[in-house]
């Protein structure tokens, strides 16, 4: 059984252009989130998906969007890319919205931007 | 902001176990101590959750205090894979139950 998948592992951009991250989710789960972890820091959470929606954000602009598709998997996407926006992007899935369910990570995205 | 207090750092010998502390003073009853881990130049792993009783399952044992205040996550027999970053989040309904991450406490295993 496929674990959490993301891709591409690492992506270089130039500020001001615009990125796109992609998540499949492990088999059965549901719901989507994406986190943002800067260098030697907690990761912190960007939004979360479940049946195609957006169900909560966390305090990111809105440069910052993304989508859920009808199989599950889901992308983030990021406009008018800064050099701030450098980081590890994860992707987390779980088998539905509550407290009790537990996340599973995928091994991150290094977005470097210059 | 986090929920809980963790140390920055703890040292261990390796074939020993390690308790690793957690404060959650503010908890209710409807939140949910997560813990997971995260190696180096990895994403984050779940290691184990619970409500209100003591959990175990194959990688370490969760024990919550009487008052939910603060719990104590234990490896049994740590090995040098086991060094990591380890976190303790509360998950509450206020959140919405999302994993809002402290700084951890980066577990030191030495041979």
């Known amino acids: 059984d496929a674990g959490v998948t993301q891709s591409p592992t690492h992506l270089i951009k130039t500020r001001g252009q615009q990125v796109t991250l992609r998540c499949s989710p492990k088999?059965?789960?549901?719901?989507v989130s994406w986190y943002q972890q800067a260098l030697g820091q907690g990761p912190q959470f960007i939004f979360q998906y479940y049946e195609e929606e957006e169900r909560q954000r966390g305090n990111f602009p809105d440069r910052f969007s993304g989508h859920q598709f009808p199989n599950y998997s889901s992308e983030l996407n990021v406009n008018a890319l800064l050099l701030g926006d450098s980081a590890l992007y994860l992707c987390?899935?779980?088998?539905?919205?509550?407290?009790?369910?537990?996340?599973?990570f995928g091994p991150g995205t290094r977005l470097t931007v210059t | 902001d986090a929920k809980t207090t963790q140390p920055n750092s703890m040292e261990s010998n390796e074939e020993e176990p390690v308790h690793l502390p957690c404060n959650h003073s503010?908890?209710?009853?409807?939140?949910?101590i997560h813990w997971y881990r995260q190696l180096p130049s990895q994403g984050p792993e779940y290691v184990i959750h619970?409500?209100?009783?003591?959990v175990n399952n194959r990688m370490a044992s969760l024990a919550i205090a009487e008052d939910r205040k603060s719990s104590t996550l234990i490896l049994h027999r740590a090995t040098l894979r086991d060094a990591a970053v380890y976190y303790c989040i509360l998950r509450t309904m206020d959140s919405n139950y999302q994993l809002i991450w402290g700084a951890g406490t980066k577990l030191i295993i030495k041979p």
């Open positions: 619970g409500l209100t009783s003591n």
């Open positions: 088999s059965g789960h549901d719901t």
């Open positions: 987390a899935s779980s088998p539905g919205l509550a407290g009790r369910y537990e996340q599973y």
């Open positions: 503010t908890i209710s009853g409807t939140d949910y």
